[in-house]
C-alpha cells in the first residue's frame, strides 16, 4: 500500500513515524517547506517528499491529509483530477461538521473520504516534535457518512490500530463536533484563560507544582489552528463555555456562603467522576 501524508507538521510527522515503524515502506510525504521534507528523508521517516501533490497523489491508495480544516477543501479541489482510482483520503482534523458536506460536493465517485481524528497531538508545531508514541493508547474518532464504505472505514481503523491506537470510535459528524467541544475545545480554552488570568505579581515560575503545570500544558498553543477550529464549532463551544461558566459560579457562590456541605458535594461528584472515566 502507496500512503501519502499532506502536511508533515507535528501530527503528520507523527503518522509518518508510526507508519514507518509499523512496517510500511511506502511513505510518501506532500509539505510546502522543503526543509520539513527534507529532515523527514534524512530520519527515514518517509521514502519521499514532494512540494508537489500532482507528483505523487496519483500514486497513492491512501492519502492522510494532516492540514488545517479550511486548506482540506481546497487541496480536493485542486487534486480532484490527480487522484487515483479507488483511493482511501481520511484526514485529521478537529472539525467535521462544516467540512464534511463541502468534501461531499467536490469529491469524486470513485474516491473514498473517511472522516477521522486522533485524539492525540503535541503543543508545539513542526516536524521536530513529531513523535510515533503519541498515539500510543489515544483514542480514535470516525464519522461515517452515507457515502462512506464499511470496506474504507475498515481499512482506516485497522490502521488505527496498527499504529497504536487503543480504541475506535463511530460517531456522526454532528455527534463528534459535539463532544469535542467538551473534551477538547473548552480544555483549551480553560488552559488559555488560566494562564492569562495570572496577574504576573510574582515570578510565577517559582511557585507552580503539577497541579498549575498540567493545567497549562496545553495553552502553549498553536495559534492559527485552533482558531479555525474554535470559530468552525462555535456554536457548539459557546454552550460548553456557559455550562463551565454555570460550574464555577456554583463553587464561588458556596465560598461566599462558606456552605462546607455543598462543597464537599461537589468535591465528591468530581472525584467519581474523574474515577469513572478510567
Not at 503528520?12 to 507508519?19: D, I, T, V
Not at 463536533?177 to 473534551?183: A, H, M, N
Not at 497541579?211 to 482558531?227: A, Q
Amino acid at each position: 500500500m502507496k500512503i501519502c501524508i499532506v502536511g508533515l507538521g507535528v501530527v503528520g510527522g507523527s503518522y509518518a513515524m508510526a507508519l514507518t515503524e509499523a512496517g510500511y515502506e511506502d511513505v510518501f510525504a506532500i509539505d510546502k517547506d522543503k526543509n520539513t521534507l527534507d529532515i523527514a528523508e534524512e530520519k527515514k521517516i518517509i521514502k519521499k517528499g514532494y512540494r508537489n501533490a500532482e507528483e505523487i497523489v496519483a500514486e497513492c491508495d491512501l492519502i492522510i491529509m494532516s492540514i488545517y480544516p479550511d486548506s482540506i477543501v481546497n487541496f480536493l479541489k485542486e487534486n480532484n483530477g490527480n487522484f487515483k482510482s479507488g483511493a482511501i483520503i481520511t484526514d485529521a482534523t478537529g472539525v467535521k461538521g462544516v467540512i464534511v458536506s463541502k468534501v461531499e460536493e467536490v469529491l469524486r465517485e470513485d474516491i473514498q473520504f473517511v472522516f477521522g481524528h486522533p485524539m492525540a497531538g503535541r503543543e508545539k508545531k513542526g516536524i521536530n516534535y513529531a513523535n510515533s508514541k503519541v498515539f500510543t493508547g489515544a483514542n480514535y474518532i470516525i464519522t461515517p457518512t452515507a457515502r462512506t464504505s464499511e470496506s474504507a472505514i475498515k481499512v482506516v481503523e485497522d490502521i488505527a490500530f496498527q499504529i497504536g491506537f487503543k480504541r475506535v470510535t463511530k460517531v456522526t459528524p454532528e455527534e463528534h463536533d459535539e463532544l469535542i467541544s467538551f473534551t477538547s475545545q473548552l480544555p483549551h480554552i480553560i488552559a488559555v484563560a488560566l494562564i492569562n488570568s495570572d496577574n504576573e505579581k510574582y515570578d510565577t515560575g517559582r511557585f507552580i507544582g503539577d497541579s498549575y503545570r498540567e493545567l497549562t500544558r496545553i495553552s502553549n498553543i498553536n495559534g492559527e489552528l485552533w482558531t479555525e477550529l474554535f470559530l468552525n464549532n462555535k456554536g457548539n463551544l459557546l454552550k460548553r463555555i456557559e455550562e463551565f461558566e454555570n460550574q464555577i459560579d456554583i463553587i464561588k457562590e458556596n465560598l461566599i456562603s462558606e456552605n462546607t456541605d455543598n462543597l464537599l458535594e461537589i468535591f465528591k461528584k468530581s472525584s467519581q467522576r474523574r474515577e469513572n472515566l478510567e
